[in-house]
């Protein structure tokens, strides 16, 4: 069973800043197999980029995603006032299915 | 535009079965993908609850293995998920979700409801 480890737990930052997430894999992960998630308070999960590094569609530029293997990251690159909520990496496993979710990570304003 | 919407008893008593069932439109189950349960704990993060294809197939968290069957009702165009034995354990927000397999993604979501285990 794959565990997703997503750093740091809360991360406190002004607007305009950068912010970057980090989500570690237990074993090797296929990029293909890499998704992140926004979700607002009160709302379902959003999602942002997959494949690793493809935004969704409808996603801003500000959002990328990177990485290979066990480590991934998650980059929004200036922090708008919408952007503050917490972040979920996911990956699927095949043979058989199975899906994990990372615990999160908060970005808040500082 | 594809929709998911989840229904059920919003309490559940200690030791019974929930019962959600998850109502899809806009896209028919049978057509593909796979169709999956996803929870959130009170300020907690998600969990992937199982998952199943449009041929019928499941696939379970084996943590929750035991106590979870997922099913499918084509003619009504909807899932459903019983979880058995539950505990204050499972109280949480219960989400349905379509899973893009090809691309590897939960892209719609239903808004999910709360489910409160308690006496």
């Known amino acids: 069973e794959i565990v997703l480890t997503q750093s740091p737990g809360t991360l406190s930052l002004s607007p305009g800043e950068r912010a970057t997430l980090s989500c570690r894999a237990s074993q090797s992960v296929s990029s293909s197999y890499l998704a992140w998630y926004q979700q607002k308070p009160g709302q379902a999960p959003r999602l942002l980029i997959y494949g690793a590094s493809s935004r969704a569609t409808g996603i801003p530029d500000r959002f990328s995603g990177s990485g290979s293997g066990t480590d991934f990251t998650l980059t929004i690159s200036r922090l708008e006032p919408e952007d503050f909520a917490v972040y979920y990496c996911q990956q699927y496993g095949s043979s058989p299915p199975t899906w994990t979710f990372g615990q999160g990570t908060k970005v808040e304003i500082k | 535009q594809v929709q998911l919407q989840e229904s059920g008893p919003g309490l559940v008593k200690p030791s019974e079965t929930l019962s959600l069932t998850c109502a899809v439109s806009g896209y028919s189950i049978s057509s593909g993908y796979y169709w999956g349960w996803i929870r959130q704990p009170p300020g907690k993060g998600l969990e992937w609850i199982g998952s199943i294809y449009h041929s019928g197939s499941t696939y379970y968290n084996p943590s929750l293995k035991s106590r979870v069957t997922i099913s499918v009702d084509t003619s009504k165009n909807q899932f459903s998920l019983k979880l058995s034995s539950v505990t204050a354990a499972d109280t949480a927000v219960y989400y349905c979700?379509?899973?893009?397999?090809?691309?590897?993604?939960?892209?719609?979501w239903g808004q999910g409801t709360l489910v409160t285990v308690s006496s």
């Open positions: 979700a379509r899973f893009v397999d090809g691309d590897y993604y939960f892209d719609y």
